[in-house]
RNA sequence: GCCGAUGUGGCGCAAUUGGCUGACGCGAUCGACUCAAAAUCGAUUGGGUGCAAACCCUUGUGGGUUCGAGUCCCACCAUCGGCACCA
């Protein structure tokens, strides 16, 4: 029989999930006569299992999503799955399961374990990426880009495998090869689809209108990189124009040579027969480089002369062109004018290859000389060698603020060889994939080589189920002919794009999708669209601060000036709502991040090993697992110590003194465990676990489905909104969970447990009604400011005080029952199973979930006494009670008096008495300076 | 390499605008209950000196500003996230 008085959360949670949904509790629906809140956590990947750090995420969101409709919101919190990518595809590869099957078995297994998190996701507006009915307005979405000219073909560098003819994806690339197979991989130019990303930079880098984190705000201004300076045309000595960009145009009479990123197409030309050699080597050399490893400043300079010369058209000298790949082709023009006096590279790359280095700007005071010259100089100073501009300032500032700079475009745009330009770090956004696992790209290429997009009438282009992998990870679409072959729009045999979309694309708009996810029209609903956008928070990691989080307001901007927020804003408009939030092309108002859940820190078995020895490695016929306590004091032949890897049978045991020793267990080896009888096998060695990211293999992946077997969901969610800072993440202990378990058993027992008095002592009520108020308050804020361990702490303590209480027995039925009221409001968003439980046994009406978040009230938080905080030289000496509402000089003048200010001051006076006045709930204090 | 963040007891963390460092927990130690263990309850718990009163030290390191610094400034160290085809 089961004691029906204990806390059961497993009988209780699928009780509530189930009521909830049949009362269709969380369903979001439009309501004019309330405020909304539209509240969006990251929808998930789906690689197979929901993972801790799903639960992290999205269960602090869906409390303060709860707190949001106490609070008298109408709040729409959904939830999807951004299926397409790459995992799916490699799952088909290696497996030989299809993309499709694979991910949405993955989905249904994710949706039932979603579900036992208690979250108030409105199941109606799921959407699935990889669905038809949603990647037809994927592609719709290209082809409008398309036909407003925010779409268009180039090349890109891709990272190319020529063994297995295929294009592979970043991460399947670890030092130059193919993480699979190991074989070499390139950086090759192909023609690929773009989006006109660069079009919203200015307005990207204004952020007046959102509430986003500083750091958030500062990678994407530095992302998208905004410099101001000059293009400068140069001529090579064949007449052709070069151009390069420069934000140091005052500098350009110490250019004295020119480089070239690797890639660029004049290279070609200007290259001479005798260099033709030395440059096509260089430049297969830099196709095995990846832009990062190009870009890092510390490693020694390389580069190669191509033979040709450019003429520097300022000086009319003529100087050398070489390549190099520390210029990148993706940035500027690819090509840069060297001033190797002003620019550190360049000065490097000069002293390298003993090149020409003429200082242009001198600080006061010094005398530069190119050759004796140690280190480039590109602050402030007087200009020379310069021409006209000799004698002039340059003041280190950027742009027509720096008077140098300022002449010398001037000078430029008057010769005509140059002018002001603005650049931008951030490229054009390549969208192509050439991957099956994807949405495809609504175009036909025609039998001219020009291509058109599909109608809409015949959206979406369907990706076929029949398709065969190749091993070698080639898309299917290339080798589909009845995918490939079609017609154009006059009937004449066209062929369809193979390549796919970036799954960002999918993720850049899946907000506006929730709204109506079986909206026929379009790809939302205006009616919707009109009363939830835009976003009022939006929840996830930061790790996509410059990428996704980017996308996303690139995607609400160009929506904005195709016009297709139009019809909601004049549905907003005859709700007498504002309109300027969906002009801003902002689609999230206020942005926060979570940090990461890491892996548990373990010590690994310490073990005493024997057996033989071959070429410093042991060979263990027995392996005993012991108290490090107990480590025998003689070792010789003996491996004694904690066992930090394991792989199979082969240890790695740390032996102390920083040392380590290798331990094959040979396949019949007596291998003893303390608490487990019997012979064990090798692989029950348990290794040392670090503290780092979760991942299968390393074996440190925490499983909520077997916490919440153990504590129930409720103690999940409250323990990882409790052990951690949100925002910051950090490892999982599986013994601090216990503080929250007891917590919410003790809650239990308060509320179902206690018979209080009839009437009570008035100043033991006063005092619980205070807590109540402060509680109210210090939970609220957590809620708030996204600091849900200081919430929980809050009511934690709360709890203390109302054990306190029950021994006491001196507050009456009414108050008790009123406060335990509070507290089960203030826990629906936190453990929201058990607030329904208790807040039914209560036999307060259905549901807890929808009653109003408790008032605070200032006058009942307030204490009557503080203790006065007395410093001397800003030391905290001495504390003394004294009533809340205490002035000034009635607080300098007890201090004063205090013994501990006296014997201080010695007979003699304070240089100086500071009070701080109480403030926000803190002491007030009184500074005495000796 | 570049951009961004973080660093406080044995551990997770808290500290609102520059004003009592360590709230709330975990763990640990001692005690109660128990034949015993678990659970639970009570007490202690940053380090040091001291019988005690009390005093000194302590927020990664080194400087600085201030009556007063975890918080602001400068330099450095360590760790983590991102770097454009992972999502």
Known sequence: MTDNTKYNPQAIEPKWQEQWEQDKLYRAKVDWNKPKHYALTMLPYPSGDLHIGHWFAMTPSDARARYMRMRGFNVLFPMGFDAFGLPAENAAVQRNIHPKKWTLANIERMRKQMRSMGAMFDWEREMVSCDPDYYKWTEWFFKQFYQAGLAYRSEALVNWSPTLQTVLANEQVIDGKDERTGQPVIQKMMTQWFFRYTRYTDEMLNFDNVDWPEPIRIMQTNWIGRSEGARVVFKTEQGDPLEVYTTRPDTLWGATFMVLAPEHPLVEKVTTKEQRKAVDAYKEQAARQTEIERSAEGREKTGVFTGGYAINPVTNTRIPIWIADYVMITYGTGAIMAVPSGDQRDFDFARKFGLEIIPVVQPEGEKFDGKTMEVAYDGAGIMINSGPLNGMISNGQKGRKNPAVDAAITYLEERGIGKESVNYRLRDWLISRQRYWGSPIPMVEKQDGTFEPVPDDQLPVLLPDDVDFLPTGQSPLKLHEGFQNTVDSEGKPAKRETDT?????????????????????????????????????????????????????????????????????????????????????????????????????????????????????????????????????????????????????????DIGNDETRTVEVVPDAVITIPGIEGPCRADQLKHHLEIQRMSKSKGNVVNPDEWVGRYGADSVRAYLMFGFDWQKGGPWDSKGIQGVVRWVNDVWDIVTGYQPPASGDAEAERNLERRVHQTIRRVSEGLENFSFN?????????????????????????????????????????????????????????????????????????????????????????????????????????????????????????????????????????????
């Open 790 to 930: 200081t919430s929980i702490a809050g009511l934690m303590g709360f709890r203390n005080d109302l054990k306190d209480v029950m021994k006491a027995s001196n507050v009456g039925a009414a108050a008790w029952g009123e406060a335990i009221k509070t507290m089960l409001k203030m826990m629906a968003p936190f453990t929201p199973h058990m607030a329904e439980e208790l807040w039914a046994q209560q036999g307060h009406s259905y549901s807890v979930h929808q009653q109003s978040w408790p008032e605070f009230d200032a006058d009942k938080a307030a204490e009557d006494t503080v203790t006065l905080v007395i410093q001397i030289n800003g030391k905290v000496r001495d504390r003394v009670s004294v009533a809340a509402d205490i002035g000034e000089e009635e607080a300098r003048t007890t201090a004063m008096e205090r013994e501990t200010v006296q014997k201080a001051l010695n007979g003699g006076t304070a240089k100086k008495v500071i009070y701080v006045p109480a403030r926000n709930g803190q002491e007030p204090k009184v500074n005495v300076v000796v």
């Open 501 to 653: 979309m970036d799954t960002f694309m999918c993720s850049s708009w899946y907000w506006y999708r929730y709204l109506s996810p079986h909206f026929q029209q379009g790809p939302f609903d205006p009616e919707e669209a009109a009363y939830w956008l835009p976003v009022d928070v939006y929840t996830g990691g930061a790790e996509h601060a410059t990428m996704h989080l980017l996308y996303a307001r690139w995607f609400a901007k160009a929506m904005r000036d195709l016009g297709m927020f139009e019809e909601a804003m004049d549905i907003m408009k005859a709700h007498g709502r504002d309109t300027d939030s969906m002009l801003w092309g902002e689609p999230m108002l206020k942005l926060r991040n979570q940090g990461q859940v890491l892996g548990e820190e373990r010590d690994g078995h310490f073990i005493v090993a024997s057996g033989t020895w071959q070429a410093a490695k042991l060979f263990a016929d027995k392996v005993d697992v012991i108290d490090p306590a107990n480590a025998p004091a003689k070792r010789s032949k003996l491996v004694v110590g904690e066992i930090i890897k394991r792989t199979e049978n082969l240890l790695t045991v």
